[in-house]
């Protein structure tokens, strides 16, 4: 029978995007694993690959459709036992008519039915449905299939949910977790149209704005903040930093302020791990590695691209991989468990002259550092007064999971690595 191919959930927060791009054309055959579309989710512009062979006999959806719903049957496939040229037509979303004839009602097939992912598999199907790009991921990673809920076509797994498996894992049970908080939460009453008579453009949201907006909402609104602040004096950083970037010159790497902040607040989440955690309704999730989600300001937006377990790793293996992640944000080329998970944020305003600001906690994360910039200020140095570099630093923490002399105790670590910071390279 023809097979469906709907528009995939590419990410846990995406709930429509835009079809970019057709890589294929009605007629074309296609085998598992072959580019039919270019999708712009919340975060990126991804590939959506096949996990079926077959003859595409209709292509639903044009290029360039935004707001399509995950689940939205977007093309038509004929399998082996169809005849591929007598593909059923759709009815067209909005059909033309004539001006002087009143328009007739949708039919109601026309309606896209917007389906939650189907299991990968039941009672009446024992063998688990997967691409065989995503068999062969999950047999190099050890990744039981059987374990996984399929994103595409008829539940199928594919390449997107064994990646997810992979990297995302840290923060899925905090998500899902949250999920029933979530959905009881009411929803915000829509914004009534701005009229005006200022002269002015109407700028559409693309998908990463609506995403920022709808998550910043919802953690401001459901996530009690707590702002701790403290002074940190940067003058010993900033000459490591210098004798360090001489000895690593020859090596093509230049270590910034940010890549050692990074390693100091990692390092703190495991000094200090009641601060390293998630809440998660009845329970928490305590990490016992530092995920660190550092802020990227893209075109579009914001995207926070996760440096994987920063407090084992090297300055200069951070500084590269923040230098390769942050160039491949901003073309919109990270996949999905590069941006999804972390287990505590960082974002660096300092560069632009701000002095000190308080950030918005990521969810499920329990906590987020925000960075002013370094100043000379007078400052008391060995109880004279000098005139010393120095950065207000400010962490925001979910005061459900995180209490206020826990992280109190985070940012006294902090400020100690930073204002002696060998530690940062021991």
């Known amino acids: 029978m023809p097979i469906e191919l709907k528009m995939p959930a590419l990410s846990p927060t995406m709930e429509e995007g835009t079809l970019a791009k057709w890589l294929v054309k009605e007629g074309d055959s296609v085998s598992s694993g072959d580019l ?110 059987s374990q996984l809920s399929g994103t595409g076509p008829n539940g199928r797994i594919v390449k997107y949910d064994v990646e997810a498996a992979m990297g995302g894992a840290p923060a899925a049970p905090a998500t899902a977790s949250a999920a029933p908080q979530a959905a009881a939460a009411p929803k915000p009453a829509p914004v ?81 791990p009641k601060c390293n955690v998630s809440f998660a309704g009845d329970t928490m999730l305590q990490y016992s590695r530092a995920d660190i989600s550092v802020a990227v300001s893209v075109p579009t937006g914001l995207i926070t691209p ?19 992640l942050a160039g491949r944000a901003k073309e919109g080329k990270l996949q999905p468990h590069e941006y999804q998970g972390g287990t505590a944020s960082i974002s660096n305003m300092g560069m632009m002259g701000i002095k000190q600001f308080e950030a918005v906690i990521n969810p499920p994360q329990g906590m987020i550092l925000a960075i002013g910039a370094g100043e000379k200020r007078p400052y008391i140095v060995d109880d004279a007064l000098a005139i010393a570099t120095v950065m207000s630093a400010t962490g925001s923490f979910d005061h459900r999971a995180i209490d206020g002399a826990d992280g109190a105790e985070l940012m006294k670590v902090f400020k100690e690595l930073v204002e002696k910071p060998l530690g940062l390279v021991a």
């Open 306 to 324: 996760i440096v994987k377990g920063a407090d084992g790793k090297t300055l200069s293996a951070i500084s590269t991989e923040i230098g390769e």
């Open 36 to 145: 039919l579309a270019e999708i712009e989710t919340d975060k990126a512009t991804m590939e959506f690959e096949a996990v079926d062979e077959g003859v595409i006999t209709k292509l639903l959806v044009a290029e360039g459709t935004d707001g399509v719903k995950v689940g939205t049957v977007i093309a038509m496939i004929a399998g082996d036992d169809d005849d591929a040229a007598p593909a059923p037509k759709a009815a067209p979303a909005a059909p033309k008519v004539e001006a002087a004839a009143p328009p007739p009602p949708p039919p109601p097939a026309a309606v896209p039915v917007i389906a939650a992912p189907a299991p990968v598999a039941s009672s009446s199907d024992e063998r688990v449905k997967a691409s065989p790009l995503a068999r062969r991921i999950a047999a190099e990673r050890s990744v039981d299939l």
């Open 192 to 272: 009534a149209a701005i009229e005006t008579d200022i002269p002015h453009e109407v700028v559409k949201l693309s998908n990463m704005r609506k995403t920022i907006a709808r998550r910043l909402t919802e953690s401001k609104q459901q996530v009690p903040h707590i702002y701790l602040t403290v002074d940190v004096r940067l003058d010993a950083l900033l000459k490591l930093r210098s004798e360090l970037n001489a000895s690593l010159e020859s090596r093509g790497v230049k270590l910034s302020v940010n890549d050692m902040l990074v390693k100091a607040l990692a390092l703190s989440l495991i000094q200090v």
